[in-house]
Each structure stands twice: as structure tokens, then as C-alpha cells.
């Protein structure tokens, strides 16, 4: 991925003459020059690195600063802010490093020194990134299968592909993104008899034509710039296993035709090779395409789409995983206090989880595993994670639930609980007095406090 920063400051000379210095080092830069066009910028190319000058108009004060800083932290936490402040505001500027920002700096800025902290992010954010694709891989609940969830439509996919598992039939797997679409995939290879043999994934949308055609077929040395020797391929790599074509929507026409001839024939022909190789794999693929639709669109081809669907496993999204929402939450909230140092593990507080229920997820799995994770790191050292430690979505979510008109029901009930509550503090808990002030008897009084949970 580029690297890329968004540079923050009024000073247009600055941000001229560090605009060329980071291109010259390599960065796509964005700028701004006060708070409106900060907050615009951010919003737009959601930056990884953020170089900001506290001082910004239209008020000028460092605090306003401060406060973009804050506002920018909160709304992606991983986010590298460096804060520049002037030499009189050192306080300030540290204070942000206090609240999150990775580092700071006063004005004249060196640099030498600017460069560093920014090398120093660049290796920060590699680590980050290999963490998270160790993390997703590691995902593993207790029973060793990878795979967490006991609602009745997760567990109907998952006894199809359990079921399918032990038999040849290519298997294609849909579902929207994050939905565990590959998650699956490793558990039906594991469950099948070529859990011995490799399992071998590729993501088809991930390269171009040519380069997935070989590294899918293999090669010959010499068969192009660059071939300085025979690459089997992966087909050839699964042999006696799984080959895992993830994201298979995203192939090229002219490959599918050739992916099409290989399930055929059950041969494949390297890149300039003359003579096809037998292979023996069986087929996983998935996509969160509708392939049917792409298929009567023409990006898809039918004939392709029939042979690599012998079974179809559509996977559940997670909204319509009634029941599971808070086990996941907890297994990703567990695996998150593994990779945040001095982290105090926190649980999700009642009305963090009512939000949680009411939101739609669209990025599924996914996106639940970085909210805990956010969750996490927002609660700090607090035992509870709250709605207000949750992304704006799902505070938004909330506000909605909270001002949905009241039923009458649910008047009626709220004015009945305050009632009681009122009777019972005027007669000091004294439940016979109470009932006697509200006109019902002693058990109809009792039944009702139950009823509405009131504690003494
Ligand atoms: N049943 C499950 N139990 C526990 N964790 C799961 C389960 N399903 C998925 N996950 C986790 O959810 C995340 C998303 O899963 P996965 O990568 O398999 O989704 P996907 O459908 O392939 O997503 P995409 O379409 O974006 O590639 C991963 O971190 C994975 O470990
Ligand atoms: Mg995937």
C-alpha cells in the first residue's frame, strides 16, 4: 500500500516545503489548512498518518487542535497523529500525546527528526498489519474448528459443508464480506479425507490476468520477462488436497475459460509449457458476488458457474445469526486482551450490547472482531466497555432506539414503577403501608415489584 499522510497546517510556506520533502520520501500527501478543511480531508482519505499543527483557524488556539486530535483518534484509534505546537505550547502538545497522539513536536521543526517519527509509524504500521492477519488466522474457539456460533442458520450452513466435506464435489461458498467465508473453507478442508493434504488458498481478485494464470497454472522458465525458472503452480501445490479459489467473481473472462477447460479435463498446461500435467484437488471457492446475476450480465460465465457450485454453503450475515452476536462478541473481546499490552479485559456494559443487537453490521464478523477491538482499547483501564467506547454507527443506533415513541403499554408501565418506587420510599419500604397508600393488596404489590424488577 502507498504511504500516505495528511498535512495539517495554516502555514502554506510549511506545508509547500514539506509537501516536496515527503514526496521525495516516498508519501502521497493530502493537505488542509483549518479545521473544516482538516475534518473534510480526513473523512475523505481516512489517512493512516496525520501530521497536525495544533494551532489552526478559524480560532487559533491549540486547543481546537486538541480537540481535531481527540475527534480524529476516536474516530479511527489506530490512526498516527504527530502534533506540532509552538515552542510556548510544549504542554499542550504533550497533553495529546497523553490522549492518544503517537508523538509530537515544536515548532522549528527539524526535518531529520520529522522523518524518523515518521519511519518509526511506517514500521509500526507493518507490525500492525502482519498482527491482524496472524490474529484472523489464529482465530480459533475452543472446540479447534475455527468456528464459533449455534444459531439455527449458521449451523444449517455449517452442517452442509460438513456434509459436503468428505465427498469431491466442488463446493462454492456465499456470503456477504466478513460473513467467514474462508473460516469455512479451512473447516471443511479439515473435515474432509484430505485433511492431510494441503490446503491452498489464492485470491483471484488480488492479481492480474497473466500473473494469476501462472501462479494458478505454473510456468515454464523462459515462458516470459522474468520466469528464470519452472514454477509448478498452485493447482500442482494442492495436489492430494484443497485449492481454495477465493473471491473467484473477480476473475478475469479469459482465465475462467481456462479455469473451466482444467476442472474438465482434469489436466492444467503451464505457461509456455506444451504438454498438460494431471492435477488432483478438490475445488473450494467463494465469493460474496450474486453469480447469478453476473452470470446473466455476462462477467461470470454460466457453464464455469454450474461446475464450481456442486454444493452451494450461502453463509448466514451476522444480523440474521439470532443468538449469536454476544458469544462472538466475547470471543473476539478475548482475543483482542491478548494483543492490547495491559489491557484490563473489559466486558460489554448493558447498554453497549443493547446497541449491538440493534445494529445491522454490514461488515459482519469483521467488522464485530475491530469494534470489540476498538472497545477494548477506548475502555482503557475501566472494567466495562460503554456505548460511548463504541464506533458513531452504533451510538447512532442507539439514539434511535432510545427516542422511538413509547408505547402506551410502556407508559403505562413506567407511570405503575414510579408509583411503587414513590409509595415505597414515603413509607420507608414498609410494603404493607405501601400497598395500602396505592389501594392494592399486599401480594398484588409484591407481584408487581417483581414484575418490574424494582430493588428495595
Ligand atoms: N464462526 C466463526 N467463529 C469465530 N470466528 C469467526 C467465525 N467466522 C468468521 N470468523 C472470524 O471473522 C473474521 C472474518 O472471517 P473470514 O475472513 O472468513 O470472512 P470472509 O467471509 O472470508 O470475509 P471477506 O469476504 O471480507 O473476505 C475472521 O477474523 C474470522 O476469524
Ligand atoms: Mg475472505
Redesign the pocket.
Known amino acids: 500500500m502507498a504511504k500516505s499522510v495528511l498535512l495539517i497546517d495554516d502555514d502554506d510556506a510549511f506545508r509547500e516545503v514539506y509537501h516536496e520533502l515527503l514526496l521525495d520520501e516516498g508519501y502521497v500527501v493530502h493537505e488542509a489548512r483549518d479545521v473544516p478543511t482538516a475534518k473534510a480531508a480526513f473523512a475523505k482519505h481516512q489517512p493512516r498518518l496525520v501530521v497536525l499543527d495544533l494551532m489552526l483557524p478559524p480560532s487559533g488556539s491549540p486547543t481546537a487542535g486538541a480537540a481535531l486530535c481527540d475527534e480524529f483518534l476516536s474516530a479511527s484509534p489506530n490512526c498516527k497523529i504527530v502534533t506540532i505546537s509552538g515552542t510556548g505550547d510544549t504542554k499542550i502538545a504533550l497533553s495529546t500525546v497523553r490522549r492518544g497522539a503517537y508523538d509530537f513536536l515544536t515548532k522549528p521543526i527539524e526535518p531529520d527528526v520529522l522523518f524518523a517519527i515518521l519511519d518509526r509509524a511506517q514500521a509500526r504500521f507493518a507490525l500492525e498489519d502482519r498482527v491482524e492477519s496472524l490474529?484472523?488466522?489464529?482465530?480459533?474457539?475452543a472446540d479447534g474448528s475455527?468456528?464459533?456460533?449455534s444459531s439455527k442458520t449458521?449451523l444449517a450452513a455449517?452442517k452442509l459443508c460438513e456434509k459436503a466435506a468428505p465427498t469431491d464435489v466442488p463446493v462454492l461458498?456465499t456470503?456477504?464480506?466478513?460473513?467467514?467465508?474462508?473460516?469455512?473453507?479451512?473447516h471443511l478442508h479439515a473435515s474432509s479425507n484430505r485433511s492431510e493434504g494441503p490446503f491452498v488458498a489464492i485470491?483471484c481478485g488480488a492479481l492480474n490476468a497473466n500473473l494469476l494464470e501462472s501462479t494458478l497454472f505454473g510456468h515454464k522458465k523462459g515462458a516470459f520477462t522474468g520466469a528464470t525458472q519452472d514454477s509448478p503452480g498452485l493447482f500442482r501445490a494442492a495436489t492430494g488436497g484443497t485449492l481454495f479459489l477465493?473471491?473467484i467473481g473477480d476473475m478475469d473472462p479469459a482465465l475462467q475459460v481456462k479455469l473451466l477447460r482444467a476442472l474438465e479435463t482434469r489436466e492444467v498446461l503451464a505457461v509456455g509449457a506444451t504438454e498438460p500435467t494431471a492435477i488432483d484437488i478438490r475445488l473450494v471457492s467463494?465469493t460474496?458476488q450474486p453469480l447469478p446475476q453476473r452470470t446473466t450480465e455476462g462477467g461470470f460465465r454460466e457453464d464455469l458457474y454450474w461446475r464450481i457450485r456442486g454444493i452451494e454453503v450461502e453463509?448466514p450475515l451476522l444480523c440474521e445469526r439470532s443468538g449469536?452476536l454476544e458469544l462472538?462478541a466475547q470471543?473476539?473481546l478475548n482475543q483482542a486482551r491478548a494483543l492490547i499490552p495491559g489491557s484490563a479485559g473489559a466486558t460489554l456494559s448493558s447498554d453497549a450490547l443493547r446497541a449491538m443487537e440493534a445494529y445491522g453490521w454490514p461488515?459482519?464478523?469483521?467488522e464485530?472482531?475491530h469494534e470489540m477491538q476498538r472497545g477494548l482499547v477506548m475502555a482503557g483501564t475501566r472494567s466495562e466497555i460503554l456505548l460511548s467506547d463504541l464506533s458513531p454507527a452504533l451510538r447512532q443506533v442507539d439514539a434511535a432506539i432510545t427516542s422511538r415513541p413509547q408505547t402506551l403499554e410502556a407508559k403505562i408501565a413506567a407511570l405503575e414503577s414510579s408509583e411503587i418506587k414513590a409509595a415505597l420510599e414515603a413509607t420507608s419500604g414498609n410494603k404493607s403501608q405501601a400497598a395500602e397508600r396505592l389501594g392494592i393488596s399486599r401480594q398484588g404489590l409484591l407481584n408487581k415489584i417483581a414484575r418490574h424488577g424494582i430493588t428495595p
Open positions: 490474529e484472523a488466522s489464529l482465530a480459533a474457539p475455527g468456528l464459533l456460533g449458521f455449517r461458498i456470503g456477504a464480506t466478513g460473513t467467514g467465508k474462508e473460516v469455512i473453507a479451512r485470491n477465493d473471491e467463494a460474496h453463509l449469536d462472538l470471543h473476539f461488515g459482519n464478523l469483521r464485530l472482531r
